[in-house]
């Protein structure tokens, strides 16, 4: 067993180094320009080239603790790999707010527009950094685990492949800070609203399967904990049959079915708003596995893992390869490290958070995070802490 960790961490590492190599031009092409571009001086908008080097190695910008980016990173790396969304845009708080680039990257809206675009874009790769090293340990616990759709996973990382390309294409190097932000907090916020009223007797109404599987799982766990011997991973996914319009599986005893196009068409559109904002779309994955598929929670976060994993992937590649964009290497570095540590704790210690809590934590974090990304974006001022 720890063996294959082993290997899938130096496949993970190994992807990760031939990444780097292919987009290092991006540090000298686009980000030189951008820098060159810029008004040098000390005022708002101005690079100050005796002042000390940040983000980006531009002079001037945030430099950020490299020991706040780890534990903040732990933190990502959990969220995402516990709920199975929120990776990237816990990502993004830390980035945008925490370490000061989103304000950093709004200073030069008017006097430099194209470093504002850039900075936005890095910010943007950044997340999907982590949130998609995040997904590949995930995605590999989950299944070791019983407890990833693997049919499932591939049809919505099929449809991702195209979304994840397209929207970088068409996007990177268009988007301001301002109007990113404003977009971010409104999807999150309909995420949250959406999953609240799932949890309402009427939107629950046609969850029987879901609940009954839950139960089933949260039992066992328990007598597991009581010290009874208990075989989990035998009892978790296990597919019956695959045709092109048609997939049964069961999961803990209760039979579970659905049609592989529409995770294709879904995954698509999902990945496609994952991309355009800069996430895993974990976040939009959670409301359509647990609505269209009907999954418990508990397989959730695995299956969407894998969804987002082969999402990010594309998108990474369209946004450093394809567009030149860059990142900061000695910060993703450490948040890296940050992240494995994080998504090696959540699949285990998610078992024994009750389903319904599961739901409870996505839905005051979309809450949070949705209203206080929408009034950043759209009204210029945070109405919930920090402002």
């Known amino acids: 067993m720890f063996s294959n960790r082993r290997n899938w961490v130096s496949l993970t590492l ?29 005022g708002i908008g101005e690079i100050n080239n005796s002042a000390a080097t940040g983000f980006l190695g531009i002079p001037g910008a945030p430099s950020v603790n ?14 995402f790999s516990t709920v199975g969304a929120f990776g990237g845009i816990m990502a993004g708080v830390g980035h945008i707010t925490i370490f000061g680039f989103g304000n950093y ?11 504002n675009k850039l900075v936005t874009d890095s910010i943007r790769v950044s997340n999907q950094w982590l949130v998609g090293t995040s997904a590949g340990m995930s995605s590999f616990n989950y299944y070791k685990m019983g407890r990833l759709v693997l049919p499932l996973g591939l049809s919505l990382a099929t449809g991702s492949i195209l979304g994840s390309y397209l929207i970088p294409w068409l996007t990177a190097g268009q988007i301001s800070l301002k109007a990113y932000i404003g977009y971010f907090g409104l999807f999150v916020l309909f995420l949250g609203c959406y999953l609240l009223y799932e949890t309402t007797p009427r939107g629950q109404a046609n969850k029987k399967q879901a609940k009954e599987a839950a139960r089933a799982f949260e039992s066992t766990i328990k007598e597991e904990r009581s010290g009874s011997a208990v075989d989990t991973s035998a009892l978790g996914v296990k597919v019956v049959s695959f045709s092109p319009t048609k997939c049964v599986f069961t999961f803990y005893g209760v039979e579970f079915s659905f049609n592989p196009l529409v995770p294709v068409c879904g995954g698509f559109v999902i990945a496609g708003l994952a991309s355009f904002l800069g996430v895993g779309g974990g976040f939009l994955l959670v409301p359509f596995l647990t609505s269209v598929a009907g999954l418990p929670m508990y397989l959730v976060a695995g299956t969407s893992a894998l969804a987002v994993l082969v999402g990010m992937t594309t998108s990474i590649f369209t946004y450093m390869v394809v567009k030149d964009t860059p990142v900061f290497w000695p910060l993703i570095g450490v948040e890296l490290l940050g992240v494995l540590v994080g998504s090696f704790i959540g699949p285990r210690t998610s ?23 929408a009034s950043k974006g759209f009204l210029g001022m945070s109405l919930l802490p920090p402002f």
Do not use: M
């Open 14 to 42: 190994l992807a990760a180094a031939i990444l780097l190599v292919f987009s290092q031009p991006a540090l000298a092409d686009r980000l030189s320009d951008a820098i060159n571009a810029t008004p040098k001086g000390t």
């Open 66 to 79: 490299l020991v706040i980016g780890f534990l903040w990173a732990i933190w990502v790396g959990w969220i």
């Open 351 to 373: 078992k024994y958070i009750p389903e319904v809590w599961l739901k409870r934590l996505f839905i005051f974090l979309a809450f949070y995070v949705g209203i206080r990304y």
């Open 105 to 115: 990257a709004s200073s030069f809206k008017k006097q430099s527009p194209v470093l």
